[in-house]
């Protein structure tokens, strides 16, 4: 409802709409009754005016049918955007540790699928849901001016309906839940299979990928079809009931009919108006599947809602830094404040061993440091407690003298390991650290990194990359990454094996180029390759 906020309009107008068409549809069976019983010369006035009467409500009917069709569309692709760009942005501000807890293809699921549920619902389940309360009451009062016993029979089955409803709501409510979280396993099995084709192929695991997935599916489909078998009875019992409802409605009225209690308009509108009664009776039923989904759906958003946000990365920060430092953009980019670890321990949450323990540095202004260390020795954790990621379970972290938090994220630049391109082309990936930069500043950036390899593509800028970098090869990937930090000069630049794929005489070429477009500022090398402690003021050898 937050989401829908500014579509308010076009959901009342949705509603109004659906609101006339009944309001039509029960003047056309006022308007069939009067022009029956002027044919049958039971009632006075003109069949001529009766008839025109009668195709106006029809004409008005698909007027408001087509008008109402239009907006719902309208309002679904809107709603659904609204609700896909708000969920977005609440995840990427979310913290690293709570959106790690979730699978990557489970959130696609629920941005998708999920997303979809709720938009349908607010957009056409709820408006069609006032609708057909409206043409109930509507039609049971019509019903009821006619013949108020008949009327009272007819809706006696309601309550009934609604208990039968309410025995299945809590089942159907678990295995809609169940089978969501089916259609997740099954998404992130074909996800990672296909992102990871290249493990499945060398270990000839093929066969077996296969068969996972023939399992998941197994259990996707029994669940289904348990669905299927309570909806299948409810359905069942509820036509029965419908059927004899109909039945004893015709049988009441051939007899008064018989009798001369009524006429054979009166007739004909005691059949349409139970039709009328009995259609939102059934569409009501129905809502017991549409919104147990919803509110699985709605469930599983709200549990991504949940997750710990960051603080306003936007909000302003003064740090203080050297007399001597400038600011360009709102970066600072000479003489920038130390990057200082004070006592530093941390350990992830339910593991006993200390990642980090008592560490102290201080990253000087200008300088440029290489961490080393073995495999899990906490390279990585540095980086992710610098870019404030992660909280230091003891000590505290501090840029200049504030504490390192999401907000001082900006005086920070970060390579990460291995291809962080997006699929698009160059000029696209260098545009997202630096949305202004001119062809110019694209071009020098590139050549800094040693990537004027770009210069040589028949395209160039524009040149596409695929998922995962293809068309490029991996060292070129790394170099592209480089070229689009550059772009963005900060107080602190972070490299996290940024040369791994590179050959030695390329590696010299892209580091001098990494010094020549960041001086002034301070440069971390997170690295296991020696060539790059030849340029390096300090190193940090974490064990």
């Known amino acids: 409802m937050r989401n829908s906020r500014e579509h308010r309009l076009q959901m009342w107008l949705n509603c109004i709409l659906g609101i006339l068409s009944v309001s039509l549809s029960l003047a056309f069976v006022w308007g069939m009754k009067w022009t029956i019983d002027i044919a049958t010369e039971v009632k006075a006035g003109s069949l001529d005016a009766a008839i025109s009467l009668l195709i106006a409500f029809v004409a008005g009917q698909v007027l408001t049918n087509f008008i109402s069709s239009r907006v719902r569309a309208l309002l679904g692709v809107r709603m659904r955007n609204a609700l896909q760009a708000s969920m977005l942005s609440r995840l990427l501000q979310a913290t690293w540790t709570d959106l790690r807890k979730v699978h990557t293809t489970d959130i696609v699921s629920r941005m998708t699928t999920d997303v979809d549920i709720v938009a ?164 009501l039923t129905r809502f017991v599947p549409i919104l147990v989904s919803a509110a699985t759906a709605i469930e599983r958003l709200m549990e991504l809602d949940k997750l710990e946000h960051e603080q306003d990365s936007s909000a302003t920060v003064a740090i203080s830094s050297h007399p001597n430092s400038t600011a360009v953009a709102g970066i600072l980019t000479v003489v920038p404040p130390p990057l200082t ?111 004027d390899f770009v210069f040589s593509l028949p395209q160039g800028l524009d040149a596409i990359c695929t998922e995962r970098g293809g068309g490029i090869s991996e060292g070129q990937a790394q170099r592209l990454c480089i070229a689009r930090a550059l772009l963005r000069p900060a107080s602190i630049m972070i490299f996290d094996e940024c040369t791994s794929a590179l050959d030695i005489s390329t590696e010299h070429r892209v580091i001098k180029g990494i ?21 390096c003021t300090d190193v940090i050898r974490l064990s």
């Open 120 to 283: 349908n619902l607010i957009n056409e389940q709820i408006p069609l849901l006032l609708t057909i309360l409206f043409q109930l009451c509507g039609a049971f009062v019509f019903l009821y001016l006619l013949d108020n016993r008949l009327a009272l029979i007819v809706v006696i089955v309601a309550p009934a309906f609604v208990l039968l409803s309410k025995l299945f709501m809590r089942r159907l409510h678990n295995i809609a839940h169940a089978i969501r979280e089916s259609e997740s396993h099954v998404l992130t099995s074909i996800q990672e299979s296909l992102r990871h084709s290249t493990i499945v192929k060398t270990f000839d695991r093929i066969a077996y990928i296969g068969e996972r997935l023939t399992l998941q599916q197994q259990h996707l489909q029994a669940k289904v079809i348990e669905r299927t078998r309570y909806s299948s009875i409810s359905q069942m019992m509820m036509n029965v009931g419908f059927a004899t409802g109909y039945l004893f409605t015709f049988i009441w009225g051939v007899k008064h009919l018989q009798a001369g209690i009524i006429t054979y308009g009166s007739l004909t509108a005691f059949i349409q108006l139970v039709g009328q009664i009995q259609g939102p009776i059934r569409s």
């Open 341 to 451: 670890f004070h006592q530093v321990s941390f350990r992830y949450p339910g593991e006993e061993q200390w990642v980090l323990s008592a560490f102290s540095h201080t990253f000087r202004p200008g300088s440029v440091t290489a961490i080393q260390g073995a495999t899990g020795s906490g390279k990585t954790t540095l980086v992710r407690l610098m870019l404030s990621l992660l909280r230091p379970t003891m000590g505290n972290v501090t840029l200049g003298d504030i504490p390192i938090t999401p907000t001082t994220r900006r005086y920070l630049t970060y390579v990460p390991q291995g291809n962080s391109l997006f699929s698009g082309s160059i000029r696209e990936n260098l545009l997202l650290a630096a949305p202004t930069a001119s062809d110019e500043q694209m071009a020098e950036a590139l050549r800094h990194a040693a990537a």
């Open 515 to 535: 010094l020549q477009a960041c001086t002034g500022s301070t440069i971390i090398f997170v690295t296991h390759r020696p060539a790059v402690l030849t340029y």
